[in-house]
């Protein structure tokens, strides 16, 4: 497999060298994270004021763990990465712990029907935003390490354990949208790292993945309706259709130039989740065609150096590393920006950078130190 021989002239351990980070790429992450804290702002005011009785409330508690976020991603782009070998099977086995104690009756914290969060008085988030991660190190971890033995699909069977094991959980969880993270972040790693395997193997794969989702659908009733009125977009503008339906009105309000920023309308309650999952419905209200598009632009951008970072970077731990980060953010866009547009149905995937949540926030901007750090063992 052409794949592969590229893999195995890469250096497996680290060259004596090291090249700055990829400036574009860091220019790249503030400036999306100066635009999301805006949209924040513009787009919480109005349920803040009503809510907390202070329009600012989310940006400041976002703000708060943005300035945390940067300086850790700064102090951990300087950390070189392959001391995470030492750690991540811990940091794995760590992750899984925390999203079982989710599942434990009276530790886990409900919101919006679901039980995904832990808490310590105002302090709340999701393990799967440090699972997504932990499992990217870990696997990536085993395949550098064992690469001799990935010369046949047997040597992928520890990789795809992990998985199949942070799978059952999700489904658990009833988490379909982290589990979709999950298997993308997994297949893009074990896929760059150059695997050998039959069509029928692929076949089945995708059976088993196919069933997979089939299980979550029949899991939770309300998953159904959201296809089926996915399927009948102008029926039901009230019940399940009703996020689609405003997150459209938003779009469709702002043309080519917007209604300028702070002007949203579909803001004041309207919107379900302004601030979170429909964040960019009110970029587009507010910024219209022109502004929707330049942000896409600068996310293609970043998915672009990410990948590019991956493909150039001198060794193969710090390329599977890259690779799995950058999908996992890729993905999340696609699916975030898919859902907002109606392009497919209804799910609970936040946009990176933009929607509202401290700690998100803060794993994310760790994972952009992590990945700044490989660009420094990348010829870009």
């Not at 086995?93 to 919006?112: C, D, K, Y």
């Not at 917007?258 to 970029?283: C, H, T």
């Not at 507010?286 to 970077?313: K, N, S």
């Not at 950078?353 to 760790?366: D, E, P, R």
Request: glycine content about 10%; proline content about 2%.
């Amino acid at each position: 497999m052409e794949n592969r021989k590229i893999i195995d002239k890469l250096k497996i351990t680290n060259t004596e060298g090291k090249n700055q980070m990829d400036f574009l790429l860091f220019s790249t992450i503030l400036i999306l994270l100066c635009l999301g804290l805006i949209m924040v702002a513009s787009a919480s005011s109005y349920y803040a004021l009503s809510s907390f009785g202070n329009s600012n409330y989310f940006l400041v508690r976002q703000l708060e763990f943005a300035a945390v976020g940067v300086i850790a991603m700064i102090i951990i782009s300087n950390i070189d990465y392959n001391i995470y070998k030492k750690f991540s099977y811990i940091g794995f086995a760590f992750a899984v712990l925390l999203m079982i104690s989710v599942l434990i009756p009276g530790i886990g914290q409900e919101r919006n029907g679901a039980t995904r969060w832990l808490g310590f008085g105002a302090f709340t988030f999701q393990p799967s935003e440090f699972m997504k991660i932990a499992l990217v190190m870990a696997t990536a971890t085993y395949i550098a390490i064992n690469y001799r033995k990935t010369a046949t699909l047997k040597g992928y069977f520890v990789p795809i354990g992990m998985l199949v094991l942070v799978m059952g959980i999700m489904f658990l969880q009833n988490h379909l949208s982290g589990a979709v993270i999950m298997i993308v972040a997994s297949a893009s790693i074990i896929f760059a790292s150059g695997i050998k395997i039959k069509a029928k193997y692929v076949i089945i794969g995708s059976f088993v993945m196919a069933l997979m989702v089939a299980g979550f659908l029949i899991a939770e009733p309300f998953r159904i309706n959201r296809l089926v009125a996915f399927m009948n977009p102008e029926q039901d503008i009230l019940g399940d259709n009703y996020q689609a339906v405003q997150s459209l009105y938003a779009i469709g309000s702002g043309h080519i130039f917007g209604m300028g920023l702070g002007q949203s309308r579909q803001k004041y309650l309207w919107l379900p989740e302004a601030q979170n999952d429909f964040i960019f419905s009110v970029l587009g209200e507010e910024l219209g065609l022109v502004g929707t598009v330049g942000v896409l632009g600068i996310f293609t951008f970043f998915i672009y150096r990410g990948y590019l970072t991956a493909l150039r970077c001198q060794d193969m731990y710090g390329s599977l590393i890259a690779t799995g980060i950058t999908s996992v953010f890729a993905i999340q866009i696609l699916v975030n920006i898919a859902v907002v547009t109606c392009s497919m149905p209804v799910t609970g995937m936040p946009l990176p950078f933009f929607s509202y949540g401290g700690t998100a926030l803060l794993i994310n901007l760790c994972a952009m130190g992590v990945l700044l750090n490989v660009s420094k063992r990348s010829k870009l």
